[in-house]
């Protein structure tokens, strides 16, 4: 089974450019994650969605950061303009989303895209 | 309010040593708990979950953790260290809402060292 596919897995942009992540999760995972993962700190949830809506952005910097899920698959996370505090790794993971009679779903990660902003 | 505290963020241990790591969890309802591992430069992997089924769970590589309602703890052990098994391990809690996606809160990290 492929796993979650992200791409670039490096990248290094000076401050104010902009950057794009893309992610492409396991077949069939309704749900899909985009976590920053700053050096020495556990992963941060920056946007969850459901099929093509969002769950949940409530600490995604609106300001600069968007993403897209167009169709359901497919992820786009972008960033615009970017700053020096910006640099981590990005993450993003898929998952069934919990059933009837289940809690607490199983999140398949993709090896992160490592950003760097000089 | 779900949280989860990891009291160490260093281990070192030799191999063939008991590994022990420790993590506490705060949650307002029944959490789901897991440990993933993550290994230099690459994703998190999922080694073990609880989902108030058996208090001992197991999971790979020889990995278990026991889940105390009484203490708020899921600490992970393993009977004998491998020098593979040196890596970032995370605590994470859970308070899915039936039927829905899982909004999943890490902790900070364990490093665990294993030396010869």
């Known amino acids: 089974e492929a796993g979650v596919a992200q791409s670039p897995r490096y990248k290094i942009i000076e401050k104010r450019q902009s950057v794009a992540f893309w992610c492409n999760p396991i077949?069939?995972?309704?749900?899909l994650y985009w976590y920053q993962q700053i050096l020495g700190q556990g992963p941060k949830l920056l946007i969850q969605?459901?099929?093509?809506?969002?769950?949940?952005d409530s600490q995604l910097p609106k300001d600069r950061f968007s993403a897209e899920r167009l169709k359901g698959v497919d992820s786009t996370l972008k960033i615009q303009p970017a700053k020096l505090e910006d640099s981590a790794v990005y993450l993003c993971?898929?998952?069934?989303?919990?059933?009837?009679?289940?809690?607490?779903?199983?999140?398949?990660f993709g090896e992160g895209s490592r950003l760097t902003v000089l | 309010a779900q949280s989860v505290t990891q009291l160490d963020s260093h281990v070192s241990v030799s191999e063939g040593t008991p590994v022990l790591l420790r993590c506490n969890y705060s949650s307002s309802y029944s959490p789901s708990l897991f440990w993933y591992v993550q290994h230099p430069n690459k994703g998190l992997q999922l080694l073990l979950k609880y989902t108030s089924a058996a208090t001992l769970v197991k999971g790979i590589n020889g990995f278990e953790a026991e889940f105390k309602k009484s203490e708020t703890s899921f600490h992970l052990t393993k009977p004998s260290a491998h020098m593979s098994d040196a890596a970032e391990y995370f605590c994470v809690v859970s308070e899915g809402v039936w039927g829905t996606a899982s909004k999943l809160t890490f902790g900070t990290g364990t490093r665990l060292q294993v030396t010869l």
């Open positions: 969605f459901q099929n093509n809506g969002v769950v949940d």
């Open positions: 077949s069939g995972h309704a749900t």
């Open positions: 993971a898929s998952s069934f989303p919990t059933t009837s009679g289940s809690r607490g779903g199983e999140l398949f």
